[in-house]
Structure formats: structure tokens, C-alpha cells
């Protein structure tokens, strides 16, 4: 699947001191759009990792007590120079010893390709979901606690058919995602027998989306598909649709489905549906308790994919008995995996003291972690529905 480096040259790319003294600083990379297309998404995301990080550093047990320190930086989601230069100020200015993000699938590329492999630094995104990244020379260095799209793609396609919806129009965010995205989902739409009127990009930030709105209303379609961003071009795109009557009926993919998309719209999208990664366990709804808890909403879309992204390398670290990600990224794919101990949300200190003592942990997280694969999340989905102007899950695939 992905395409590897030898390990040597990720030793040597490594800079650094390697491991953090008993009592120090590990500092870890939070690299989220906290501004651009889904900066309503990016808070609740960069929280959840950050309650892996307090979580680990409160307990103690993490190579002789060190404490974990996040540190921030702009991804802003669709600028790849910018998240280029962020990631690199991460490792040579702040020093981290992991980073957990990008998030939108253009800028995690860049910043994978650009950053962490000439770095040899271990990435954990929770929200990159392009089918390309499958197929990237990473080193080893890369994973992901998001589903690929190339599996959002089918559930979307089989819940529109099931629901009698036929034939639809497709708009798409033009970058990696929102092309991989409407790829994968044509292709999955039209083998179970719909028909695709129109499939067009949309290119975020403009003012006024009433020539993109008009060539997909030309084409028709008994329900338009919005594979785009919540507080960019995607919202343009609806309120352009609902201003003509285009439609009155939309499917959304996972940039879409956010509180911002109900208070922009509320009753005007009732009956529309959507996806996001989600799963019905445990850890779930203990997730969700923690993070109300911290005056966080632990419902919001990938925050508890941030949470696992962390925790998961965290654990790795402590398996390795080294903050260095050419010691700990070999440890990932172990810690997250059976065979082991169950570990849930809140079970950060268990987790670890089973490390301590040479025992084996099946770290299943917020959100039932499975990596299959180099660095790909297994995952599944949360179907959504919008009833009395609000998002509602009515059900997983």
C-alpha cells in the first residue's frame, strides 16, 4: 500500500535529543485549520488531544513522569505553503516529538512530504481523508485515526439509493480531498445503479456561487451532493441553491456536517443527510462524558479521532521506552492492535502501567481504534439526518 523508506535513512534524518528525562517536556504538535474552510470544526479537535495530553501528563507514568505540552500551529486547511512552514517550525523552533494532525488532505500531504519525512517525524492525523494518502512514501512515519474516503465514498453512495434517491448533482471542494472524495462516490453510486448528473469543483472563498449553482441546477438531480467545507465554499453553495429552489434536498460528506451547518440553515436542509466517521462502542459515549466534563463537545467531528490520534502516540512512546519517533513509531500499530488489553477514553494511566510492566494493550479509544494496514484507520461511519433543523444520528455503517 504505502511505499517505504529504508530505516536508516529515517534514523539519520532524526534531530534532536531522543528521550525525554524522568520529570521532563515532551512536547507535541497540534497542527489543525484554525482559520480557512473548517475553523468551527478545529477547536473542539485540538481540545480532544489536548485531554490525551493532560490525561497522560496528570498520571505520571509516562517515561519517569514526564508532563506533555501541546503546541499549536495553523494549518489554515488549504494553504500547503503555510502548513509547510508551520510543521517545520514545529521541529526546529519548538522541538516536538510528534505531531498530531494536518487535517485536510492537501495540506497533510504537504506537510507529510515536506516536513515529516526529511524529519523523521511520526504524524497522526485525525481527520486527513483523501485516498490518495494510501499510496504516499511516508517512511512508516504516517497514520491516520480517519476512515479513508474511498469508504466514505460507498456508505454515502448506499444510503442515497436506499432511500430511493436515484440520481443526484455533485459539487466538490477542488483539492485532493473533494476530487478523491467525488471520485470514490461516483464510482460507488453509479455501480449500484444511480446516475451522476453533473460532477464539478467548487472553489472556496468566492462571494457569490450563482454560475456553479445554475450549470448543477441544469443538470438536475433528485438531491445535490456537497462534498465541500462547512464555512467555506460548500455553505456558498447551499445558500446559492436554496436562494433559486435548485434544490431542496442535499447529501453532505463529512467537511459539511457541523453545528455551523444547522445554524447557517437549520429547517431549510430538513430531510438532507450526511456522513462523518463515527462508531457505535463504549468508548463513545465515555468520551463524550469526559469531554462535556471539560466544556468540550465531545460529539463534534473528529474530536474524538484527536483524542486517539494523541493518546496513540503517547502509548507508542511509552512501549518504546523513547520520545524518539525513530524509537516509537515502530510501536503504534502495536499498542492500537490486539492482541492486549482492552483500553478505552479515560484509561490513558491503565494503559500505561500495563506498558510499564511489559504487558500488551488493545488501545480501542473514543472511537473503536482498528489500524489496518500501513497506518490506515479500518473505521466506520455515522449516518446523519437533519430533523426539526438539527443534525441527528440515526444510525452506523
Known sequence: MKKLLT????????????????????????????TGPIESLTPAMAAGAEMAMQEVTESGKLLGGATVTPVRADSTCV???????????????????????????????????NVAVPNGMVMISPAATSPALSEAEDNGLFFRTAPSDARQGEVLANILME???????????????????????????????????????????????????????????????????????????????????????????????????????????????????GSQNEG??????????????????????????????????????????ADYAGKIEMVANAPGEPIGPGELDKALEILAEGGDIDYGGATGVELVGPGEAAGSYAEYTIEDGALKVVGYR
Open 7 to 34: 530505516a536508516t535513512a529515517a534514523g539519520a534524518l532524526i534531530t534532536g535529543a531522543a528521550f525525554a528525562q524522568d520529570g521532563g517536556e515532551i512536547k507535541m504538535g497540534v497542527i489543525l485549520g484554525f
Open 79 to 113: 494553504d500547503s505553503a503555510a502548513a509547510t512552514a508551520a510543521a517545520e517550525r514545529l521541529i526546529t523552533s519548538d522541538g516536538v516529538k510528534a505531531i498530531m494532525g494536518a487535517d485536510c488532505s492537501g495540506v497533510t500531504g504537504a506537510v507529510l512530504a
Open 163 to 277: 432511500k430511493g434517491i436515484e440520481s443526484v448533482a455533485v459539487t466538490y471542494t477542488n483539492n485532493d480531498y473533494g476530487k478523491g472524495f467525488a471520485d470514490a462516490f461516483q464510482s460507488a453510486y453509479e455501480n449500484a445503479g444511480g446516475s451522476v448528473t453533473l460532477s464539478a469543483p467548487h472553489e472556496d472563498g468566492k462571494a457569490d456561487y450563482s454560475a456553479e449553482v445554475g450549470a448543477l441546477a441544469s443538470a438536475g438531480g433528485d438531491a445535490l451532493v456537497v462534498l465541500g467545507y462547512v464555512d467555506q465554499g460548500g455553505a456558498g453553495i447551499i445558500q446559492g441553491a436554496l436562494d433559486t429552489g435548485a434544490f431542496d434536498l442535499f447529501a453532505f460528506g463529512d467537511g459539511m456536517v457541523g453545528d455551523q451547518l444547522t445554524a447557517n440553515f437549520g429547517a431549510d436542509l430538513e430531510g438532507s443527510i450526511g456522513t462523518a466517521p
Open 284 to 325: 463513545v459515549d465515555t468520551f463524550a462524558e469526559m469531554a462535556q466534563g471539560a466544556g468540550i463537545d465531545g460529539t463534534s467531528v473528529y474530536a474524538g479521532e484527536s483524542y486517539d490520534a494523541a493518546a496513540l502516540m503517547l502509548l507508542a512512546m511509552a512501549a518504546a521506552g523513547s520520545s524518539d519517533p
